[in-house]
């Protein structure tokens, strides 16, 4: 079967959508993670991450090696994603800005060419699928302004603790009159501009390595909180 990143005939591995690291603080002691999807009306449980057969070894470890480590360290190992914050904004600095945007980007563009339906509404045209595959490939993150990534630090409703066991399925939605998709993973709100015409706005991340994050309770974040609605409350573990 074909490889959806080097496009090379080859054996297919089962592919994590979403790196497996993010899904750590999800899991049960039964190592469940809790899975909301759009359309759903209460929540599920299902084993580990999403995943399906995308790419093959060799993809998977450039992308494990290349990107996914660098974040994985950066996020948890080296314990720059705080437990609780009471500031109004985070700010990391010293970020390599090609590994940790194209990490991103490669959520983006998995979840896009996944047939899984977690992801459904994430459905990129096939020229940005294209292009981003690319750039993978490249190791090249672009400018600032190709495919901007803005993100909120994100807490746990009426408290200073970081709300970082929550995956929630992406969506794609109108912000500032461009397209973007919104994902929820690693204690933050993720927003992906698809739009040809970049946002003006200091807080994308930039090829200084500094990214300063907003921060919100949860419940101020009007998106998120409406692919709750008919979700019975008491099945939400915030």
Request: a neutral charge.
């Amino acid at each position: 079967m074909k490889c959806e990143l080097c496009l090379q005939d080859k054996i297919l591995c089962h592919s994590h959508i979403i790196p497996e690291f993010f899904y750590r603080s999800t899991y049960n002691d039964k190592h469940f993670m809790a899975k909301l999807t759009n359309g759903r009306s209460k929540a599920g449980y299902i084993p580990k991450g999403q995943y399906e057969k995308l790419l093959c070894a060799d993809c998977e470890t450039f992308l494990n090696v290349e990107y996914e480590t660098y974040f994985d360290n950066l996020w948890y190992s080296n314990k720059t994603l705080p437990t609780t914050f009471n500031e109004k904004v985070f700010t990391v600095n010293g970020i390599d800005y090609s590994k940790f945007k194209l990490c991103l980007l490669s959520i983006l563009w998995r979840a896009s060419i996944s047939s899984r339906d977690v992801f459904a509404m994430v459905k990129l045209p096939k020229k940005h699928e294209e292009q981003i595959r690319k750039m993978l490939l490249k190791k090249d993150p672009g400018e600032e302004t190709l495919y901007q990534i803005f993100a909120s630090l994100l807490l746990s409703p009426g408290t200073t603790k970081i709300l970082d066991n929550l995956i929630v399925s992406p969506m794609m939605e109108e912000f500032e009159n461009k397209q973007v998709c919104t994902f929820v993973f690693g204690g933050c709100y993720w927003l992906f501009v698809i739009d040809e015409q970049p946002l003006i706005n200091p807080i994308a991340i930039s090829a200084n390595g500094n990214l300063n994050f907003p921060v919100h309770d949860i419940l101020d974040i009007k998106p998120i909180m409406s692919f709750f609605d008919g979700v019975e409350k008491d099945s939400i573990k915030w």
